[in-house]
């Protein structure tokens, strides 16, 4: 199997994520409404449940930043395009401007994970807002109701349990301290866009080290939430 650099495949799909997530996993699976919003105003609920907006099928490589993969996950959802076209059609019949010109949003979690990508990356024929893993719906341990699928970008980009896109006409930056030094503003897997400033050599290896406790750590947390 090909595998783009620095990654190795696993033999599982572990809960895994940022580690002071881990005690933050929901123990019930909220309703599937996904709030869109620009520049925090012209809100607008979708259900996903009840949308008529066309179902996607993607099967792609999952790729965490810390190089392990997961290879050919199928998710299935609705096309995050056709929830921004949804969007556009929103604001138009609310408002008398024109839609500003966009350029990125910030993608919400439940748990308050959060991360930003730039609308040109949201708009990519494999980026959907996934209900379904393989052929059961979506667990919570993997992002249930529903979560961001951007194959293209590492799995931190890859929101569980999102609830919020906030898009914005100036390119957004979450502060999230440190943290912010990890978050590529794109982080393409094929372009090794692992952390911002860091050589992306030195977060190989250093990650590398912490995927077995991470995954015994969020392993633990969800046999304490049963
Ligand atoms: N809400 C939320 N989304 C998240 C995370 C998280 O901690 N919370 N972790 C990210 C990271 S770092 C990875 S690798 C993937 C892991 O997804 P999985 O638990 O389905 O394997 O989720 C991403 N999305
Ligand atoms: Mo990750």
Request: with cysteine.
């Amino acid at each position: 199997m090909l595998l783009t650099k620095g990654q190795r495949f696993r033999s599982d799909f572990p809960r895994f994520g940022l580690p002071q997530f881990a005690d933050r996993l929901p123990t019930s699976v909220a309703e599937p409404f996904l709030q869109l919003s620009l520049n925090d105003i012209h809100a607008l609920r979708v259900d996903l449940s009840s949308t008529s907006l066309p179902r996607v099928t993607v099967t792609a490589d999952f790729h965490c930043v810390t190089t392990w993969s997961y290879p050919q996950v199928t998710w299935r959802g609705v096309g995050f395009r056709s929830l921004y076209t949804l969007y556009c059609a929103h604001y138009r019949s609310r408002s008398t401007t024109m839609l500003p010109p966009i350029r990125g949003a910030v993608i919400h979690g439940r748990d308050g994970c959060r991360t930003t990508l730039s609308l040109k990356d949201l708009l990519s024929d494999d980026v959907l807002i996934a209900d379904t893993l393989g052929e059961q719906p979506l667990s919570v341990e993997h992002g249930a109701p529903l979560r961001l699928i951007a194959p293209a970008h590492y799995g931190y980009k890859n929101i569980k349990y999102v609830t919020k896109i906030s898009f914005y006409t100036k390119m957004p930056v979450v502060k999230t301290g440190l943290l912010w030094l990890l978050d590529h503003p794109r982080a393409r897997v094929s372009k090794e866009e692992r952390g911002r400033l860091l050589p992306q050599l030195a977060l190989r290896y250093a990650y590398r080290h912490l995927i077995a406790s991470t995954v015994k750590r969020f392993n633990d947390a969800v046999v304490k939430d049963k």
